[in-house]
């Protein structure tokens, strides 16, 4: 047997008894001084960081970009430079409200996360498996995640909380409707599509200004679950999605998606009949017709997953030259909740761990914290200006200036049909929907509304049907018959 088999300590001394305690005497107690038991029981203690809020159970591989559409009018971003260039990235999937020893099958959004490795830095998309979202205000979002969580007093999944809270938010009714359809439970990570959600912006090399969303569709073809088949996952695979992408990887059997884009000119923003950066709504198809970009492929499982599933940190402010911001409300708090929930997740220095580290060289003032492991900037100065290092700001990468359409400072409620919260589902519902999937949706709207209980379970029940009422009559009366509650107060 070599040393490199040799067991050490943290410290690289070699450990004489791996397994066995030592203590006075065959029957004798435990000694302070067998420094490995402190050791080995001090690390298992801490094996754990702070679960994510939100997206706690998830996977994640490794793969590739390849260019297949020039772009260049709309984005100067290197990412897209060429035809044919590749860029590795990370995908993490992740359901949204559950633990992280929860079902994969679960009715739940999930996370379709991306982060490309580029030259001009790392470039996350932090999306989810549908193109809006359950609220546009970033200060809803605290609340609106509690609903989606444990009671405080029973600590079951509470559905009482959640219809609650939705049918006295109906912007919500968008995404609510999706996930009570057959897009609510995908079949594995696999078989789903991928949203970056909100608007984002694109600056190309004439600093022309234009507002981006990004799609990924899936080329596996979309397949669900039913309610059913999700259950019984639950019970004799609650790993399913996991399990399925693994196996489909190390098959070589790897999962591909189409990277697409819709752009609106900042002129057509003036003018769309919604508000062009509220998350619950959509862009139409055939208004902003979807463009090629590109194919993502997802190729190597990571040979470690807390190094770098759990650890992996994407943030929707990770953005590269020629991809910035937008109005959009929820994006600019996620631009700060993101980097702030991974500082306390997993450290100061997240981004120095390998799965976050981007593979070019960084350089900056940035020093010292909890786990610095990169060398700290070495003997270099930790301030700037200085009189000793050439470094600089590099003036082209300076972000375009835009106009904001005021300059009164306020909280705002409303703006032009931000109260249109019905359209967009009814179009969805009415016009989308096969009838056998209207069906499904109503029998799973109303499985999922029979959970609700207590002294409020009427006056909820009336408050959420008064919206589907408003959104489509024909859903309406039918979760009402479904609920058996008597149609005649809404017609």
């Known amino acids: 047997m070599s040393k490199s088999n040799q067991i050490k300590s943290n410290n690289g001394c070699p450990v004489n008894h791996y397994e066995g305690s030592q203590t006075v005497g065959e029957r004798g107690p435990v000694l302070l001084q067998d420094f490995f038991l402190q050791e080995k029981l001090a690390q298992f203690n801490r094996e754990r960081i702070p679960e994510r809020v939100v997206h706690a159970k998830g996977t994640g591989a490794f793969g590739k970009f390849t260019v297949t559409h020039d772009i260049s009018k709309y984005?100067?971003?290197?990412?897209?430079?060429?035809?044919?260039?590749?860029?590795?990235?990370?995908?993490?999937?992740?359901?949204?409200?559950g633990e992280?020893?929860?079902?994969d099958t679960e009715r739940d959004p999930r996370g379709f996360a991306l982060k490309f490795y580029t030259e001009d830095g790392n470039w996350d998309i932090v999306g989810n498996n549908t193109p809006v979202f359950f609220i546009k205000d970033p200060k809803k979002f605290p609340d609106f995640v509690h609903t989606q969580k444990r009671s405080p007093k029973t600590n079951c999944?509470?559905?009482?909380?959640?219809?609650?809270?939705?049918?006295?938010n109906p912007e919500s009714l968008h995404q609510v409707l999706i996930l009570m359809s057959d897009r609510g439970i995908p079949d594995g990570y696999r078989y789903m599509n991928g949203y970056g959600s909100h608007t984002f912006s694109f600056v190309n090399k004439d600093k022309e200004r234009f507002y981006v969303k990004f799609h990924y569709k899936t080329m596996q073809g979309n397949k669900t679950l039913t309610d059913a088949e999700a259950t019984v996952l639950k019970g004799t695979d609650p790993d399913y999605a996991q399990r399925d992408l693994v196996n489909a990887i190390e098959n070589q059997d790897f999962p591909k998606y189409a990277l697409k884009i819709q752009i609106m000119s900042l002129e057509e923003a003036k003018s769309f009949k919604w508000n062009p950066f509220d998350l619950t709504k959509i862009w139409p198809h055939t208004d902003f017709p979807l463009m090629n970009v590109?194919?993502?492929?997802?190729?190597?499982?990571p040979e470690n997953y807390f190094q770098d599933v759990e650890q992996a940190a994407f943030?929707?402010?990770?953005?590269?030259?020629?991809?910035?911001?937008?109005?959009d409300k929820m994006l600019q708090g996620r631009m700060y909740a993101y980097p702030d929930a991974q500082r306390y997740r997993v450290g100061a220095n997240y981004n120095s761990l390998p799965v976050n580290k981007c593979p070019y060289a960084t350089n900056n003032y940035h020093r010292d914290g909890a786990m610095r492991s990169d060398g700290n900037g070495g003997s270099s100065p930790n301030h700037y200006p200085n009189s000793f290092d050439e470094n600089y700001e590099d003036?082209?990468?300076k972000q375009q200036?835009?106009?904001?359409?005021s300059n009164e400072v306020n909280y705002f409620d409303r703006n032009k049909n931000d109260d249109d919260h019905y359209s967009q589902p009814k179009g969805l519902f009415e016009e989308v929907m096969t009838e056998q999937q209207q069906q499904q949706t109503i029998s799973n709207i109303v499985g999922s509304m029979n959970g609700i209980e207590g002294p409020k379970k009427d006056e909820i029940?009336?408050?959420?049907l008064c919206h589907w009422f408003r959104m489509s009559p024909k859903l309406g009366a039918e979760v009402a018959k479904g609920l058996n509650v008597n149609i005649e107060q809404y017609l």
Request: aromatic share 12%; proline share 4%; hydrophobic share 35%.
């Open 75 to 97: 984005s100067r971003a290197k990412v897209f430079s060429e035809i044919g260039k590749e860029t590795k990235l990370f995908v993490r999937f992740s359901t949204v409200g």
């Open 100 to 103: 992280k020893g929860s079902a």
């Open 157 to 168: 999944k509470d559905a009482t909380a959640v219809w609650d809270y939705w049918s006295l």
């Open 294 to 301: 590109g194919e993502i492929e997802l190729n190597k499982i």
């Open 315 to 327: 943030s929707p402010s990770n953005l590269v030259d020629g991809i910035g911001f937008s109005p």
């Open 395 to 397: 003036e082209k990468y």
């Open 401 to 405: 200036p835009y106009n904001l359409d």
């Open 461 to 464: 029940i009336n408050r959420q």
